[in-house]
């Protein structure tokens, strides 16, 4: 019996890989062009990293962590975010001792143990950036416009940006005690789920999906109207820069965010195309996560995307993303060789064109009817065909497969460089 893949596992494949990769490239190229320096994170962290850090009552560390002991024992977790990690290697590493300002970004798998579906995989991919050290909301705007700017070099048009702000240790305690008291006292009105968590964590009342429960909290008290001046003047001036760039965006009052440590500004992105779920990506600020996890005081904020979810508003936006994706996997020449002492000049020639970048698909052993079929299918510009005759006149034949014809000028196998791939009708 074959073996198939986890429940929730999913295999990236041809055209599907093609267009991550181009997403995650078109994501890295403008986080570097924003001063953000790569990291490349461990899969696996600790488990008390992930509950310190993201809290003990959000629904990750409540129930989507894939969570095991290693043979020494330690409990060890599959990351199901990037945030954590990225701050406590910058505590590890006292990159703030060599910076006070750091720009981070990472690309790669997160996990969470959810329910498979469109959009939600128990593996996917995010590329986030973080940025510590600054608290000023110049920074907050120049995060916000990266994240826009990043849709934009991905291609997804029409994107929301709803942005809110959960004040800072000043003014939420109150409003948290506030809002708790108004649930407490409509427990009977709220879903299941909510009613229990009003007790622990009262400001997931404001973003529950479940209609009962969106209608019970219609008039809950709102964190805008008691946000402290310092808040209240941050958020608007993060709200006139961004107006003054021309970065579009949203304030929804009732955006909360699934992790404890969000502070002040915070954002999530949606976008068509995604089916039941609604963000591409998210993030906000988080000034007290650092001290938190053991570091200096120091402040930072980020976002995190969805590979996966980014590729599903692409397709919304511009269809046909995979089938461009697929275009571009299709060889530029494929070499068919006939004949056993035609293979090494063959591979030498493939070989040389190879080394030039260009996609060449070599294949012999078989009439040059079949291979001529697969050469097609695979959707070949052009096929060059390379038997004792052609290695013996040190030429061989090239067929146009778009214009079905054969070149009269033959491809010379001496050639090299720009004249080579001139010659096999690669632009240089
Ligand atoms: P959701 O509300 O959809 O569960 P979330 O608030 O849990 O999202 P975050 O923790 O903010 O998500 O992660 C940032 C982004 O990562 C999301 O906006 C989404 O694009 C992506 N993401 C999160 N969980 C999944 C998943 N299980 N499968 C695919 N993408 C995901
Ligand atoms: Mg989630």
Redesign the pocket.
Known sequence: MSISAVKGFRDGLGPAACVSRQIEDAAAGVLRGYGFDEIRLPILERTELFARAIGETTDIVEKEMYTFEDRDGTLITLRP?GTASVVRALVEHHLDQKDPITRLYYTGPMF?H?RPQK???RQ?Y?VGAELFGREDPLADAEVLACARDVLDAVGVRGARMLINSLGDGACRPAYRDALQAWGIARRDRLCKNCARRVDKNPLRLLDCKDPKCREATADAPLLKDHLCGECDDHFARVRSLLDALGVAYEVDPRLVR?LDYYVRTTFEITADGLGA?A????GGRYDGLVAQLGGPKISGIGF???V??LALALEAAQPGAEDRAAESLAPAVFIAVLGADAEAEALALARKLRRLGTRVELDGGRSLKSLMRRADRLGAGRVLIVGEEEVAARRGTLRDMIEKRDDKLAVDFDLDGEALLLAVGVEP
């Open positions: 975010e969470r959810e959009g939600r995989h996917f995010q699934g779920v963000a591409v990506g998210a995190a995307f969805g996966d979810r």
